[in-house]
């Protein structure tokens, strides 16, 4: 697995020891997202044999990374509820491009005065040939079918 973020190791130490047999962590310094050469450099302090999947989580935010390819097979979009009723519409690019989107979070959905059905009627609307799976990471519930919708399961 690669994380990227802006700065710190916080989220390669986070999954360190979570049954990845490698994990990386790139900072872009200032940079807003990946990008190829990036990501270039760290696959290639990865093993070169016995990596089924790898796992590439951006740089956290729902427009640089939509802009940079990284050669990616699928493109994973990670929304959570928090982000607001209208997030997918005010971020187009993202799901033009995203094979699957992760509606995470949906446990706080309620509390933070956020319908649900919103969100997934935009993407129907744009995208209808879009899975769309509802997490709740907290509770690892959703996540047998994010699996499946990447064929991992
Ligand atoms: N309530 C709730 N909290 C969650 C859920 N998933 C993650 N969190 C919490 O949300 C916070 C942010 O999680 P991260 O995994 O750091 O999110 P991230 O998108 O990787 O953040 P960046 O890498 O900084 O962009 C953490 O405190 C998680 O415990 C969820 O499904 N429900
Ligand atoms: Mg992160």
């Known amino acids: 697995m690669i ?9 390669a130490e986070r999954v360190t020891g979570k ?3 490698k994990v990386l962590q790139i900072n872009t310094g200032g940079m807003c997202h990946l990008d190829a050469s990036l990501v270039h450099r760290a696959v290639e302090q990865m093993p070169e044999t016995g990596i089924d999947v790898l796992f590439i989580e951006n740089v956290g935010n729902l427009i640089c990374p939509s802009y940079f390819s990284l050669g990616v097979e699928k493109r994973v979009a ?3 509820a928090s982000e607001g009723t209208h997030v997918i519409e ?6 033009e491009s995203a094979n699957l989107v992760v509606l995470n979070k949906i446990d706080i959905a309620e509390a933070v ?6 969100p997934v009627a935009d993407l129907r609307a744009t995208r209808p040939d879009l899975r769309v ?18 064929k991992l399961a």
């Open 78 to 80: 990670v929304v959570s």
């Open 19 to 21: 049954g990845a047999r």
């Open 133 to 150: 799976v509802k997490t709740n990471c907290l509770a690892g519930e959703g996540i047998e079918e994010v699996l499946g919708a990447l």
């Open 90 to 95: 005010k971020h187009p690019a993202m799901f």
């Open 113 to 118: 005065h956020v319908d649900l059905t919103q």
């Open 3 to 11: 994380a990227g973020d802006v700065a710190t190791t916080r989220d």
